[in-house]
């Protein structure tokens, strides 16, 4: 995982393909509770901390509804759980 400064208020976070899967695979409960950190090679600059809750208790909170997916990537989406 790497993170890199775009510019003063942009990051842009690289995952490998084996980074997402264990990424998903945390945020689902393995092992329980777990969250990922990444941070800036030194510890200079921003940290990013990626955590994830149910999609009942994250949308409860919001006044609109989740917003729309490209039909392909919903399609996986939906097949996946």
């Known amino acids: ?3 890199d400064r775009v510019t003063h208020t942009v990051v842009a976070v690289t995952l490998s ?3 997402l899967l264990t990424l998903l695979a945390k945020l689902d409960g393995f092992p329980l509770n777990s969250e990922c950190t990444i941070v ?3 510890g200079e600059g921003p ?3 990626v955590h994830a809750e149910e999609d009942a208790e994250h949308y409860a909170r919001r006044v609109a509804p989740p917003g729309p997916m490209h039909p392909d990537t919903e399609k996986r989406v939906r097949g996946s759980q």
Do not use: S
């Open 1 to 3: 995982m790497r993170l």
């Open 17 to 19: 393909r084996r980074n």
């Open 40 to 42: 800036f090679p030194g």
């Open 47 to 49: 940290e990013l901390r």
